[in-house]
């Protein structure tokens, strides 16, 4: 295996994230160089250039005009993020446990943190994941805002400027399981879903100014707005007016542009970037949530598990 590495996103954002949060430990234990890399793949019906079968690709058979539309590049400034490759690497997608016997040195615990946003263990270990917060979030450290996105970031913080403010994350209902069916949770469930959502709010918000609802999904926003009114805050995003999310496999796949696709990105990024920021996060398994908590470590936390655990 070369010992340049460009890990490109497969799936969601987040989920590329936590991958290259994992990549850069790997690292950081071996003699390796660590390229990060986004690019639009929503014409491809699997929304990825590998597989588990064929997990990387060699520079000699890449194309290499992919590099070249880094949408990163826009985003961030570090020295994992470049617009010139060496002539030599490997490109892949996969988290890196798929590779651990490839290196003379795993660092355990990511073995015990599969990146799956489904796996109860990332989250109940709570001595673990306060393990990975810190560990991830020094990898989030070597990334610096370019100037624009710096600008993005700082005018929305001024949502929450001089405020204590809980934050709740609220991902597609299809996103949880029901806990009283143990199926992949459907519209129908959506009510009771909200419902326990809002109490879990509803317990804490005396000792918050305002709650912030972090969400693809405009439901759940009238639906806050309707119970806390002015003390319900969001950011102004363009939302799916249903339960909907992304679909980026099968016969419902559909294509964004770049320019749509990096839009996606950016508001991605800047939905749990602010949530970071805030003093007490709500939310269940998701890759977005442990991305927030790992972007800060001194706020705390709550899973709403007891309600709809994440598919």
Request: net charge negative.
């Amino acid at each position: 295996m070369s010992n340049n590495v460009v890990v490109g996103n497969a799936c969601g954002v987040f989920s590329a994230f936590l991958n290259f949060f994992s990549w850069m430990s790997v690292a950081e234990e071996n003699d390796l160089n660590i390229f990060l890399h986004v690019v639009n793949k929503t014409h491809d019906w699997n929304n990825a250039l590998t597989t588990v079968e064929n997990p990387y690709i060699r520079s000699s058979q890449f194309d290499k005009e992919i590099l070249d539309k880094n949408i990163l590049n826009d985003i961030f400034k570090s020295e994992v993020i470049k617009k010139n490759y060496p002539d030599d690497f490997i490109f892949l997608e996969h988290y890196p446990d798929l590779f651990h016997k490839c290196f003379e040195s795993y660092p355990s615990y990511l073995l015990k943190y599969s990146g799956k946003g489904g796996m109860p263990i990332a989250y109940q270990d709570t001595d673990h994941l306060k393990f990975i917060r810190e560990v991830f979030n020094r990898q989030w450290d070597k990334l610096s805002y370019t100037k624009k996105f710096g600008k993005l970031v700082d005018d929305e913080e001024k949502l929450i400027k001089d405020k204590k403010v809980i934050s709740i994350m609220l991902r597609t209902i299809y996103h949880y399981v029901n806990p009283k069916t143990g199926q992949v949770a459907t519209e129908s469930d959506a009510d009771d879903f909200i419902k326990g959502a809002i109490k879990s709010v509803r317990n804490r918000m005396d000792d918050y100014d305002t709650v912030l609802v972090t969400t693809q999904n405009q439901p759940y926003i009238d639906a806050f707005l309707k119970e806390f009114g002015d003390d319900c805050i969001f950011t102004e995003r363009k939302r799916f007016e249903d339960f909907n999310d992304w679909k980026g496999v099968g016969k419902d796949a559909y294509e964004l542009t770049d320019k749509e696709y990096k839009k996606e990105v950016e508001d991605c990024l800047l939905d749990v970037i602010l949530t970071s920021k805030t003093n007490h996060i709500l939310g269940t398994c998701s890759n977005m949530f442990l991305g927030a908590l790992s972007m800060n470590t001194d706020n705390s936390y709550e899973l709403i598990q007891g309600d709809f655990w994440g598919a």
